[in-house]
T-cell receptor, first 114, second 108 residues
């Protein structure tokens, strides 16, 4: 238990569906991240939120839409995805001010697009 | 740039010592993380180096040379449970950027 909880753990969706991934952290951190991990590829940073403000959008297609309503919750809204978007989506949080501390990861959502 | 280079795979024997090297080129460098990731699981934190030198933590040690853009993770007294991927991750402007990872295989 890392203090970062992601739901659902597994998701299968069609290309025309709309779904959302949820992340919640109980660590009092002020920065949250979405990463994508495809097979045999490194973890790819998708979005960063510091103090609820999006500070990074790493050239992610618009079919992925993040939302950070407060410093404890982070969502990733999905619509009209492609099969190549199938991957493990990991949420992480950290305390990002001054000297950084490590990021704590959730267990991830295994997404399959059919 | 953020080029992060580490070997794709390594093999070592139970009880032995292994060193995993990482070189990086990154602007806005603040420090370097090492994470461990078992198959199908989330990465877990191992170490964070900000200053040059060696940080020792039990069986694991991590070294950093900022001027050379170089780090290594040293694992001693290897155990079967150490079979995992080890991710080198520079901290760039408070964003953690991951390398492809080194898959470590431990033989009995």
């Amino acid at each position: 238990e890392t203090g970062v909880t992601q739901t659902p753990r597994h998701l299968v969706m069609g290309m025309t569906n709309k779904k959302s991934l949820k992340c919640e952290q109980h660590l009092g951190h002020n920065a949250m991240y979405w990463y994508k991990q495809s097979a045999k590829k490194p973890l790819e940073l998708m979005f960063v939120y510091n103090f609820k403000e999006q500070t990074e959008n790493n050239s992610v297609p618009s079919r992925f839409s993040p939302e950070c309503p407060n410093s404890s919750h982070l969502f990733l809204h999905l619509h009209t995805l492609q099969p190549e978007d199938s991957a493990l989506y990991l949420c992480a949080s950290s305390q990002a001010e001054g000297e950084s501390t490590e990021a704590f990861f959730g267990q991830g959502t295994r997404l399959t697009v059919v | 740039g953020q080029n992060i280079d580490q070997p794709t795979e390594m093999t070592a024997t139970e009880g032995a010592i292994v060193q995993i090297n990482c070189t990086y080129q990154t602007s806005g460098f603040n420090g370097l993380f090492w994470y461990q990731q078992h198959a199908g699981e989330a990465p877990t934190f191992l170490s964070y180096n900000v200053l040059d030198g060696l940080e020792e933590k039990g069986r694991f040690s991590s070294f950093l040379s900022r001027s050379k853009g170089y780090s290594y993770l040293l694992l001693k007294e290897l155990q079967m449970k150490d079979s995992a991927s080890y991710l080198c991750a520079p901290n760039r402007d408070d964003k953690i950027i991951f390398g492809k990872g080194t898959r470590l295989h431990i033989l009995p």
